[in-house]
């Protein structure tokens, strides 16, 4: 009877253990994430600033950091030659090129008037947050091939 205590027990004691070792894995991650979105938020905030609303930024902050999680090792490694202080910071900007130029084309910039460009870059975030929410809201997983863009050339701009 009592090896019976004990095994059920040392069970018992081995499936807490095991939790607790899940519970610190899971805050780890969740404390990687909300530094990775602080080190992001400082360069989105320079960059975004007056363009988007302080919600939009936060949304774009919080997709900036999902989307550098996604990329594969071999592109955030791309990163590391970049002349910015970490990878994400590089990733961070190759990230507004990418929603900033989204409007782009030769006949549409030669056609546009002093300020325009100005509008352009505002209403490319307005559609890029709108497309998080839309996700955010069916649920949906990243874009893998939006992803596929990353890393920018080193002098795209």
């Known amino acids: 009877m009592t090896a019976l205590v004990e095994a059920s027990i040392e069970q018992e004691v081995e499936q807490k253990l095991e939790r607790a070792q899940a519970e610190i894995a899971d805050r ?8 990775q979105r602080y080190e992001a938020a400082l360069m989105i905030a320079q960059l975004l600033g007056p363009l988007v609303e302080k919600d939009g930024l936060a949304i774009v902050v919080a997709d900036v950091v999902d989307c550098w999680r996604s990329l594969p090792s071999t592109t ?17 900007g190759d990230y507004t090129i990418v929603v900033d130029h989204s409007w782009r084309s030769p006949d549409r910039e030669d056609a546009l008037k002093d300020g325009a460009v100005e509008v352009m870059r505002r209403l490319s975030w307005q559609i890029r947050i709108a497309q998080i929410r839309q996700r955010q809201v069916l649920g949906e997983p990243l874009d893998i091939a939006w992803l596929d863009q990353f890393p920018l050339p080193a002098d795209a701009d």
Do not use: D
Not at 28 to 35: C, I, K, M, P, S
């Open 28 to 35: 780890t991650v969740a404390l990687e994430v909300a530094n």
């Open 76 to 92: 955030r490694k791309a990163y590391e030659e970049r002349l910015y202080e970490t990878e994400l910071q590089a990733f961070a």
